[in-house]
């Protein structure tokens, strides 16, 4: 069983798009389910719409989910393990104030040296946490004696030292879990085999190991921690930059399969540079992919982009932008020549399809030849338009093509009219004076 575990806290990042993607390939090969779960343990900044916005765009990356849950839905299971935890000694009662914590936190960064709990707290006994009824406290587990070690499927092997993983919180002052304890204890319970996330989680990992440990949960998982998205200035890719949201993206007119096939390419060893979701299922390979971060490069997604325009069924391309002629198609696709995105080429389907203003370039021929199409009839065959309107207005070359594409896409430049006036002949608008 894998899984793919977002916060519903934002719109979904192309770098966590990128962890589901893989989840989603790695189900595929090794015939395994993949659950879908919310990890809502941060209450004040949870968005219910965000959910669904996430459900709906993993749908349209034709990424699927055999059960979806929320982690708030197994919070019985989190708090009476932490209390079986508590019960046999492996955890322990911290009631430390925040603003206690917080000033040794202070001080620890004064004194330019890392923040570890000082096991306040552990040696407390029964009968002291009878005297503090009411006093709130938070349930930490005790820190490991020994290293906590494992294989990463990306990054090798990976080991942190007692003093690294900490005594861990389990359960805060308000009862409710810690990211890094429900994350451990939802994994477990639904057999969890294999763990691919960013590798923002890496310190995470053996804090979670621990965890599992003192459960006595037996089962190896494998974890496979995906390198950051960088920017282009090289830092890591901020959710406040607009290309780094994946709904951002789409609203900009590229195609999910691009943004799959781009985001698959990061740091990888691929047969071909242009593949889709599926065909990427069949050669995939995890170890092939480079431990070492990736540049986000918009102009390598715009190239993607238009190639997958153009490996697109014509009738799909078009009611993408809201039409459904297989001209439309064909013509999105000529537009490539010069655009990367659907957006970009629904600006010049629009010039084409309507009514054009007069442009104050090429404005005297531009004025001829229109009063020779008043109320005609457009040939069906773009040189019999063309070398009428030529011989009735004595215009030629540029004179007459400038101004002739004008009238029939509202731009001066762009395609060769003779492979989009067969494309737009039943949208050509009759003109009047």
């Not at 990306?154 to 990211?179: H, M, N």
């Not at 153009?310 to 696709?333: A, P, Q, T, V, W």
């Amino acid at each position: 069983m894998l899984r793919f575990a977002p916060s519903p806290t934002g719109n979904l990042h192309i770098g966590n798009l990128r962890v589901a993607l893989i989840n989603h390939i790695i189900s595929v090969q090794n015939k395994e389910d993949l659950i879908l779960r919310i990890d809502d343990t941060d209450n004040e900044r949870n968005d219910s719409q965000m959910i669904e916005n996430i459900v709906r765009i993993l749908q349209s990356f034709g990424i699927s989910f055999s059960k979806m849950f929320s982690q708030s839905e197994n919070l019985k299971f989190h708090q009476s393990i932490a209390m079986d935890l508590l019960t046999k000694r492996k955890a322990f009662c911290c009631f430390c104030s925040q603003e206690e914590i917080q000033a040794k936190k202070d001080k620890a960064k004064k004194d330019k040296k890392p923040y570890r709990y000082d096991n306040t707290c552990l040696s407390i006994t029964d009968k002291d946490v009878l005297e503090a009824e009411g006093k709130p406290f938070t349930i930490r587990l005790r820190s490991p004696e020994n290293n906590i070690s494992f294989i990463d499927k990306v990054k090798g092997e990976i080991s942190l030292a007692p003093f690294e993983v900490d005594s861990t919180i389990l359960l805060r002052s308000d009862k409710k879990p810690t990211y890094n304890f429900a994350s451990s204890v939802d994994d477990m319970l639904n057999d969890i085999s294999l763990v691919i996330r960013g590798d923002d989680h890496l310190t995470n990992t053996p804090k979670q190991l621990h965890i599992l440990n003192s459960i006595n949960y037996d089962k190896e998982i494998n974890f496979a921690h995906l390198p950051i998205i960088l920017n282009t200035d090289g830092k890591k890719m901020s959710k406040r930059e607009e290309s780094s949201s994946v709904q951002w993206l789409i609203s900009k007119g590229y195609l999910e399969t691009a943004i799959a096939n781009y985001l698959l390419l990061l740091g990888n060893q691929t047969p071909k540079e242009v593949f889709t979701l599926d065909e990427a299922c069949e050669w995939f390979d995890l170890s092939k992919l480079s431990s070492s971060s990736a540049k986000f490069d918009i102009n390598k997604l715009n190239f993607l982009n238009r190639e997958h325009i153009l490996i697109s069924d014509d009738i799909f391309i078009s009611e993408k932008l809201g039409y459904s002629d297989i001209n439309i198609g064909k013509l999105i696709k000529l537009y490539t020549e010069e655009a990367s995105t659907l957006e970009e080429i629904k600006s010049k389907i629009t010039k084409t399809i309507n009514k054009k203003e007069t442009p104050n370039e090429w404005k005297e021929n531009y004025n001829i030849i229109k009063k020779l199409l008043i109320n005609r009839e457009f040939e069906k065959d773009f040189n019999d338009f063309k070398n009428n309107i030529s011989k009735e207005s004595n215009l030629k070359g540029k004179n007459l093509l400038k101004p002739l594409r004008y009238i029939l896409t509202g731009e001066f430049n762009g395609p060769n009219l003779s492979e989009i006036y067969p494309l737009i002949y039943n949208y050509l608008l009759k003109v009047t004076a």
